[in-house]
C-alpha cells in the first residue's frame, strides 16, 4: 500500500467514524425510540461484554476446552463471585487475576 492509499484509507475511516458517532448528536431534539427498543438496548453493554469474555473463558485454540484443570474458568467464577459479594469492579479484576496467576504459576494450569 502507497502512502496516497493510506492517507486515504485514515480520512475515510475518520470521516465514516465522526458521522456514525454523531449521528445522534446532531438533532437538536432527541429521537423518538419505541419503548421495546429502549428496553432492549438497556441490554447491549452487557450482551456485548458476554461475547467478548465468554469465548476467552471457555475456549482455545478455536476448540472448548476438554478438561476443568484450566485456570480461567476458576479466575471467572473467583471474580463473578467477588462481584457478587462487594459490587466492586477493581477488586473483581485482582481478584480474577491473582486466582488466574496463582492457577498458572502454582498448579502449572
Do not use: N
Amino acid at each position: 500500500m502507497s502512502t496516497w492509499e493510506a492517507m486515504v484509507s485514515i480520512l475515510g475511516l475518520g470521516v465514516i467514524t465522526v458521522l456514525t458517532r454523531s449521528f445522534f448528536l446532531l438533532p437538536q431534539r432527541e429521537v423518538p425510540i419505541p419503548v421495546w427498543l429502549r428496553e432492549a438496548l438497556r441490554y447491549a453493554p452487557l450482551a456485548a461484554l458476554v461475547a467478548v469474555i465468554a469465548p476467552e473463558v471457555i475456549m482455545k485454540d478455536g476448540h472448548l476446552i476438554q478438561t476443568w484443570q484450566d485456570a480461567r474458568l476458576y479466575a471467572a467464577a473467583a471474580g463473578a463471585l467477588w462481584y457478587w459479594w462487594r459490587r466492586g469492579i477493581l477488586g473483581t479484576i485482582v481478584c480474577g487475576t491473582a486466582v488466574l496467576l496463582a492457577l498458572r504459576f502454582g498448579l502449572g494450569w
